[in-house]
């Protein structure tokens, strides 16, 4: 496949459609020359995601792909909005992150299309299964969390030693803050004013960090498993920052499944303490080591009251348990323990009795 922006100039505009349209996508795709006329793949909705539309092309002859459309106004209750050319940036992360991330773990960009933001990748082989619906089904292992810990560690060493190109490459996080600063850190302040000071000392050390490429949206609902293998997708937050954020965004998904899976809560907490020991013994030599851990304590401690009272609610959790964890996650913010062990063990121990 060719990069559809790369195609004939006298193909039509793609900048109106729904990439959903079963019939609309394979004739776009058809004068773009990624299918051909005679081709009649098989067309399905992938669900999951809030801020795109993600659509996977099965072809009798030749490997599946996912094509991927960015939404102005994201699929949630409350109303947010960013712009839809961060599609690109996302094929930028493709591009690199194959370079950065551990071997065979992205999947390839295969073609962008600038005008209607769309982007084409190679699918992840079949079957395979969402790391985050095996999790709620209570499915947990050290050896996943060692997995999920050691590709986001090799990404920030493998950024941080070629950071003389990608800094400015990723330079710009005008999308992080109007998907995560901004509905996640900004909106919670406002919504829980005890926050406030929290809040607003974490965002402007957040902003004030650039260390290493971070993913952004490093959670289990953007890993695939395939084989006991991780894939990872879902890059359109990626920038040049804070790899504390990543971090702290990740051990959140893992904390509150050891609240809500309350019979699997032992191993859930076992997990995200394999998960973060696993990371910073990753990053030992690391010069900025010691302050990421620092700072990655206030981030967690910041996405998990994002995760009930920020814009995008983590949608598993009851409403009595996403008032447990504000509360929890407030007193901590008051004082914050000194290490992400420390910090898995206060908030597992303030956890409601099962």
């Known amino acids: ?79 947010w909005y960013s712009p839809p050319e961060r599609i690109h940036r996302e094929a930028l992360g493709l591009e690199w992150l194959s370079r950065l991330a ?84 900004r909106y919670s302040a406002e919504q829980v004013p005890e926050s406030r000071p929290f809040y607003s000392s974490l965002i402007e050390s957040t902003l004030a960090t650039k260390l290493t490429v971070v993913h952004g949206d490093y959670s289990p609902k953007n890993v695939l498993v395939y084989n006991h293998r991780f894939f990872l997708i879902d890059h359109e937050v990626i920038h040049f920052g804070d790899p504390a954020f990543d971090v702290g965004f990740a051990l959140t998904h893992l904390l509150s499944k050891a609240h809500h899976v309350a019979r699997c809560r032992k191993a859930f907490v076992e997990a995200a303490r394999t998960f973060a020991s696993y990371y910073l013994e990753s990053i030992r030599d690391m010069e900025w080591r010691e302050a990421a851990e620092w700072r990655a304590v206030r981030h967690t401690l910041g996405c998990l009251l994002a ?30 323990p000194p290490s992400l062990s420390a910090l898995i063990s206060s908030f597992s121990e303030a956890l409601p009795c099962t």
Do not use: C
Request: net charge neutral.
């Open 1 to 79: 496949m060719s990069r559809a922006n790369n195609l004939s100039p006298h193909a039509s505009s793609g900048a109106d459609l729904d990439i959903e349209d079963r019939s609309r996508l394979v004739a776009y795709l058809r004068e773009r020359g990624i299918l051909s006329l005679d081709q009649e793949p098989d067309v399905r909705k992938l669900e999951g995601g809030v801020s795109n539309r993600t659509v996977l092309v099965k072809r009798k002859s030749g490997p599946a792909f996912v094509v991927k459309q960015a939404l102005a106004k994201l699929r949630v209750a409350v109303d």
């Open 102 to 185: 551990p071997l065979g773990s992205i999947t390839p960009l295969l073609f962008e299309d600038r005008a209607a933001h769309i982007i084409g990748m190679a699918a992840v082989p079949e079957p395979h299964e969402n790391w985050k619906r095996a999790l709620l089904r209570g499915e947990v292992s050290t050896k996943d969390a060692e997995q999920f810990a050691g590709m986001l560690a090799a990404i920030h060493r493998n950024s941080w030693q070629e950071r003389a190109a990608v800094a400015d490459i990723f330079a710009d996080r005008s999308f992080f803050e109007t998907l995560r600063i901004e509905p996640y850190y």
């Open 307 to 336: 995760r009930v009272a920020g814009r995008s609610p983590l949608e598993y959790l009851t409403p009595e348990e996403r008032q447990a964890q504000l509360q929890i996650a407030v007193a901590l913010m008051a004082d914050p």
